[in-house]
């Protein structure tokens, strides 16, 4: 199903809201990152939407291509983006516009975009579910929208799909690092959310209206934990 007109301009407002959502939520990030990683992912994601905003505004109108506010987001990441999270996350966007670019802002669409850029990280980093990276989030996220009715309209596909991705985000936190810098941590890491899986979260949530309350959301995730 083709999203109708009025939602035409739904992935360069997503994206925007990702940028504000990433911005406000820097310190938030980059303090996770300083427990269990190497302190700069805040730095990285903010780095990679500031990027991304010269390219937005350089687009056509982003009715007629949803998936170019999209795609130029991901070339920011993979071109501009140093670290671990830059290619991650400009693969996961790059797969997601070439879906839409395809099959149009559809639920089926965005579930082989999630799935394609899924496969694409873990062929890349060899993280699989359990290891305590974005993986923990992304991974279920792909599930539901994979089981998603194809009818359903594809905000309401990403809320569902969001929930999910904070269920993965409470669970890295029961978990210890098997990959990169937090698997030195052994159980330091406990406790603490994965900072990419809260960033894969953020921007799932970031395709409804209204900006996402990050700590509220942490908070939510230490209560569980």
């Known amino acids: 199903m083709t ?11 997503w994206m925007r809201r990702f940028a504000e959502a990433a911005h406000r939520g820097e310190p938030l990030l980059t ?3 300083q427990q269990v990683g190497d302190g700069d992912f805040g730095t990285n994601l903010t780095a990679g939407v500031d990027a991304a905003r010269a390219r937005w505004d350089r687009l056509p109108d982003p009715g007629s291509d949803p998936s170019a506010p999209l795609l130029a987001t991901a070339e920011a990441f993979l071109d501009e983006v140093g670290g671990t999270s830059g ?16 099959g149009g802002l559809t639920t089926t669409a965005l579930a082989d975009g999630f799935a394609g850029g899924l496969a694409a990280i873990q062929r890349v980093g060899d993280a699989r579910p359990g290891d305590k ?6 991974a279920p ?11 359903t ?6 809320a569902i799909a969001a929930e999910s991705a904070w269920d993965g985000v409470a669970a890295t936190a029961r978990l210890r690092a098997r990959m990169g810098r937090s698997s030195y941590l052994g159980g330091r890491t406990e406790g603490i959310p994965d900072p990419g899986a809260v960033g894969v979260a953020l921007l799932l949530s ?11 959301r ?8």
């Open 3 to 13: 999203e109708p007109a009025s939602n035409a301009h739904f992935t360069a407002d």
């Open 31 to 33: 303090a996770l990152d």
């Open 87 to 102: 290619p991650l996350f400009g693969l996961l966007l790059q797969s997601l516009a070439s879906a839409i670019a395809e």
């Open 133 to 138: 990276t974005l993986v923990d989030a992304l």
């Open 141 to 151: 996220a792909t599930d539901v929208l994979r089981s998603t009715a194809p009818n």
């Open 153 to 158: 309209p594809a905000a309401d596909a990403l």
């Open 206 to 216: 970031c395709a409804q209206a209204g900006a996402p309350d990050l700590g509220a």
């Open 218 to 225: 942490l908070d939510a995730v230490r209560a569980t934990g």
